[in-house]
């Protein structure tokens, strides 16, 4: 597990430092749910051939409601309601993923459309889902309360819907989510070499948005641009022209 959080370098991850808020907006009236369902739409669902469910990152959402102890804590209410999954992607210990439950069990079912564990997974969405919105589930649980033994287990293992977190304990997944992960961390590279490679490391918002999509940035300018305002990667400073978006310091 130690290989997988190390798959982005330290110097492309989110920063653990006071949030400053995004550039031109708004703040959803400070409600996560309307800004959740405007980030969803920027995922380029086409990409993946509509297998996936729209994935936000959490904090995708910090860069559109400026208050992030609102941020989590609405959204741990979304999650409790049943409303929202969220998923520990594996690529990074503080990268998390949201996406609508409806959205996610609709992929997960048809992802198992003909398959023999489609029973199992059925089984697993209409139990432990609806009783448990945990991020991950140990043995003890599953057997205990739900009673999945060792080859369901492995059956949801197989499925992509449960990822191995350590020994007897598996993260909630998003099966197909690695075609999506390769995507992010190439287009979020891609993004701060440009902003890298620009006079004094910063471009205004505007020219950023009117740009033309790196091929490597196949998520989308919007999609990447809260990506970095969120993770923090990029400093908001407002200036006459608009909004400049400035390589933060490591």
Not at 3 to 23: D, F, H, S
Not at 27 to 42: F, H, I, K, M, N
Not at 107 to 114: A, D, P, R, W
Request: glycine fraction near 8%; proline fraction near 6%; include cysteine.
């Amino acid at each position: 597990m130690e290989r997988r959080r190390q798959l982005i370098p330290a110097t492309l991850r989110a920063k653990k430092r006071r949030l400053q808020p995004g550039p031109e907006s708004g703040e959803a009236d400070g409600r996560v749910e309307p800004a959740l369902r405007s980030l969803a739409s920027l995922f380029p669902r086409q990409l993946f051939e509509d297998t996936l469910p729209p994935l936000v990152l959490k904090h995708q959402l910090y860069s559109v409601v400026k208050d992030r102890t609102a941020v989590d804590r609405q959204l741990s209410c979304l999650k409790d309601e049943g409303l929202v999954r969220l998923f520990q992607l594996g690529f990074d210990a503080d990268t998390f993923a949201v996406a609508f439950a409806q959205d996610y069990e609709a992929k997960v079912l048809q992802s198992v459309v003909g398959k023999d564990h489609a029973g199992t997974v059925r089984r697993f969405l209409g139990s432990v889902l609806t009783s448990c919105p945990e991020l991950s589930y140990d043995k003890g649980q599953m057997l205990r309360d739900f009673g999945f033994q060792d080859p369901d287990i492995t059956q949801l293992v197989n499925a992509g819907v449960l990822t191995v977190r350590d020994a007897g304990s598996w993260w909630l997944a998003v099966p197909g989510a690695g075609r999506f992960i390769k995507c992010f961390i190439k287009g979020r590279k891609a993004m701060l070499g440009l902003i890298q490679k620009a006079k004094y490391k910063e471009v205004l918002l505007s020219d950023l948005q009117s740009r033309q999509a790196p091929s490597a940035v196949k998520l989308g300018l919007p999609y990447h641009i809260h990506d970095l305002i969120g993770a923090q990667l990029v400093d908001c400073i407002p200036c006459t022209s608009g909004t400049l978006l400035r390589l933060a310091d490591p």
